[in-house]
């Protein structure tokens, strides 16, 4: 859709120059509605399940706990 946009906006600035009067208006309103569009269509696009949000979650190595001790005891 940009590449219609900048063809629109290069033969608004063409007529312009050559004094085409109001048909300049024609690819000016293109130029200027397109991004417009651009924006709505991509929006507009479903977004699929598998690329949902997944919390991050570290793969740590579990703790080292010395020999006769209790895990989570806290005694030095």
């Not at 200027?32 to 399940?49: D, S, W």
Request: aromatic share 10%.
């Amino acid at each position: 859709m940009m590449g219609i946009r900048v063809v629109c906006f290069v033969i608004t600035v063409v007529m312009f120059l050559t004094h085409a009067g109001w048909l300049t208006i024609i690819p000016a309103v293109g130029a200027i509605t397109l991004p417009y569009f651009a924006v709505v269509v991509a929006n507009a696009r479903r977004q699929t399940t598998s690329s949902g949000f997944r919390p991050y979650r570290p793969n740590l190595p579990e703790r080292y706990v010395p020999p006769g001790e209790e895990p989570g005891s806290g005694a030095p």
